[in-house]
């Protein structure tokens, strides 16, 4: 359960975690930093151009570092069975646990720049950009108190939150599988419920004779 686990956590770490949707497009980033960006450049010609996030993927490769090391000791402990191998695969899988959620804290501490790479900008190079895009049939045109827009967001997916559950199930699956090894070792062998009974006859006359 923890190899399987721990595997499927590598995987969710590739998919999007956190996703931006504003008037100038969308961006989406995983678990490492990269983004995936798409754009209406309604902000090209403004001064104030929105900048790229630096977004960086160290607890993803601290975790994806933790999760393999983990695997080798699993894989080597089904043949093997010692007690080091048992300690380093749930430790690397508890040290996963926590650089997973990390990860997510921090892809969370990023949402509002993500956010405002979607926005407009309001000044001369924001409004000429709006007017093209809706010209060219792609949005609409913003006038005061004539219409509604929505504003940008950005918010984290589940596949960030289901990491995270992967993550602590493959761990606490370690640490159980470990403590019932460890159990059975300290424990002294028990005598069994079902005594073997010996009997003994006493010798009959004709034994004596013969």
């Known amino acids: 359960m923890a190899a399987v ?3 499927a956590t590598l995987i969710l770490l590739f998919q999007s975690w956190i996703t931006a949707h504003g008037p100038d ?3 989406a980033s995983n678990a490492f930093g990269r ?3 798409t754009t209406n450049y309604l902000n090209v010609w403004s001064h104030a151009k929105p900048k790229t996030p630096p977004v960086t993927g160290l607890w993803a490769i601290l975790a994806s570092a933790a999760i393999i090391i983990a695997l080798c000791a699993i894989v080597l402990n089904i043949r093997l069975r010692t007690e080091i191998l048992a300690r380093l695969a749930t430790f690397s ?3 996963a646990a926590l650089f997973v959620i990390l990860c997510l804290i921090y892809l969370n501490g990023k949402g509002a720049e993500l956010k405002a790479m979607t926005s407009r900008t309001y ?5 000429l950009g709006q007017i093209l895009n809706w010209a ?3 949005g609409k045109l913003v006038i005061p108190g004539t219409g509604t827009s929505n504003y940008s967001s950005a918010g984290l997916t589940h596949w960030g939150y289901l990491a995270v ?3 602590l199930g493959s761990t606490m699956a370690a640490i159980a599988q470990w403590l019932v090894v460890r159990r059975a070792a300290d424990d002294p062998v028990r005598l069994s419920w079902r005594m073997p009974i ?13």
């Open 35 to 37: 983004l995936e960006i």
């Open 198 to 210: 010996v009997f003994s006859r006493a010798p009959s006359n004709h034994d004596t004779t013969t």
């Open 136 to 138: 060219t049939g792609r």
């Open 165 to 167: 559950v992967t993550s």
């Open 93 to 95: 899988l508890a040290c």
């Open 123 to 127: 000044d001369l190079g924001g409004h």
């Open 25 to 27: 497009g969308k961006v």
């Open 5 to 7: 686990g721990s595997t």
